[in-house]
């Protein structure tokens, strides 16, 4: 009787490394927590309070942005002008689309540096990034506005992780907590509270307080950060990371409730999207996403029945 084969030494050792090798990409990745979380959400029953990102549906897929090459970061709703904004950063500008991915406008950005994202805080008032520097700069958009130079602007730097072209990659703003919050693309990935920018009263001091959440950020499990979007209803925020291809919806503790994935098959897309850098909702719960270069998409909930 022929006798089993003992598995070689070298065989054993290959397989070694190679069950390490996958475990530190699933580590990398952050796969274990997002499919621990998916594992969890079969059993436990979805809150009523959360957007329920899962649902979203693609209704434009891929929607060239004509007119336009160069590559878009970042979007905003205005609700005031019923239009979203984004900002090229090759050659500065902010951009005005319609709610189909139309351009609407552009207005030249001077002395901006690297614009990486864009937020509406009220009527004709907007946040830019500048994503090296790190500076937030406060603008106001007229009409007839055809060019903003930031040395007339309100600005501020925060100065934090300076090293790295891994700045500043998303802004959202929560107009009753009068929180802005800024988005830290990864190394390290993270969410900053300020609080104080930008300055309305010019009657009260100048007081600008800048709170970050380690707890939060830590349980996000995402590779990046490119955008947030914070949603006044519910006072949840969607955060968008391009790497892991997901949109990921915190509650007010900070807790993950739901996500919706951007790649190819899910959400009724034919094909991932290729570089997610914005995300934007506007007053009826619709999401809007732009992706480098040009490309524009939405998503919506099936009405129900």
């Known amino acids: 009787m022929r006798r089993l084969a003992r598995p070689k030494p070298l065989f054993i050792f290959l397989s070694v490394i190679a069950l390490i090798a996958l475990i530190a990409i699933g580590q990398y990745m952050r796969l274990f927590e997002r499919a621990w979380f998916n594992l969890h ?3 436990q029953p979805q809150s009523t ?7 979203y549906r693609v209704e434009i897929e891929a929607r060239v942005i004509d007119g336009l090459n160069d590559d878009v970061s970042a979007l905003t709703f205005d609700p005031v002008r019923k239009s979203l904004f984004t900002v090229t950063n090759k050659n500065a500008e902010l951009v005005e689309l319609s709610l189909e991915g139309k351009i609407l406008r552009r207005i030249a950005l001077i002395g901006f540096g690297d614009p990486e994202a864009v937020e509406f805080i009220s009527a ?18 007229e009409k007839d506005t055809t060019f903003l130079d930031a040395a007339d602007a309100e600005q501020m730097t925060l100065g934090v992780h300076m090293a790295g072209n891994k700045g500043f990659e998303g802004l959202a703003y929560d ?5 802005l919050f800024v988005a ?25 307080h800048v709170i970050n959440n380690p707890k939060r950020d830590a349980g996000m499990f995402v590779r990046d950060l490119s955008s947030l979007q914070y949603d006044e209803r519910s006072g949840h925020l969607l955060a968008l990371s391009d790497e892991s291809r997901l949109i990921l919806e915190l509650d007010v503790d900070g807790r993950p409730l739901s996500t919706m994935s951007i790649s190819g098959g899910r959400q009724g897309l034919k094909k991932t999207v290729p570089q997610a850098e914005g995300i934007a909702m506007d007053d009826d719960g619709t999401l809007y996403l732009v992706s480098e270069p040009n490309l524009f998409y939405v998503f919506k909930k099936p009405a129900q029945p």
Do not use: C
């Open 49 to 55: 309070e959360s957007i329920a990102l899962d649902q």
């Open 41 to 43: 959400t079969l059993w």
């Open 175 to 179: 107009s009753v907590g009068k929180r």
């Open 124 to 141: 004709d008032t907007y946040v830019i990034t500048d994503e090296r520097q790190q500076r937030l700069i406060k603008i106001h958009l």
């Open 184 to 208: 830290k693309e990864r190394d390290p990935m993270l969410i900053y509270e300020v609080h104080g920018f930008p300055h309305f009263n010019p009657e009260k001091s100048y007081a600008v």
